[in-house]
């Protein structure tokens, strides 16, 4: 019989902080700041209740947010990941710049910030 595959995460992750900034001609900038924790199923993606940032124009700022939770989603479900996702990501700080921030910049950031909080369990294939 093939063991049951672990959860992720089987406890908190709290704090993962990721700074993506890339300076060249098509410049990146996204910071973030998520907890992973224990839910029942699936992934969940929600934004602190009062989360503020200084971002113009502001409309701007779901898009982002989206963009992170795919990325993060991306690397949990990669097939080298041998686990059940059952995850809830709640993103506690953010921070965009005018000149850097788009889409692509917070998909990045919130990939690295799953792959880090993969590395605090130590798995060996992040």
Known sequence: MT???P????YPIRGVRVLHQ???CAPHFAEIEV???????G???DVAKGLTVEYEPAEDLP??????ST??????????????IATRVVLRRARADTFGSHELAFKVAGYLAA????????DPRV
Do not use: C, M, Y
């Open 7 to 10: 959860r992720f995460p089987p």
């Open 3 to 5: 063991p049951a595959l």
């Open 22 to 24: 890339k300076q060249n």
């Open 63 to 68: 898009r982002f947010f989206a963009a992170a």
């Open 71 to 84: 990325g993060i989603q991306e690397l949990l479900r990669s097939p080298e990941h041998e686990f059940v």
């Open 35 to 41: 907890d992973f924790e224990p839910a029942t199923e």
């Open 43 to 45: 992934f969940i993606f």
């Open 115 to 122: 792959r880090t909080a993969v590395e605090r369990l130590g």
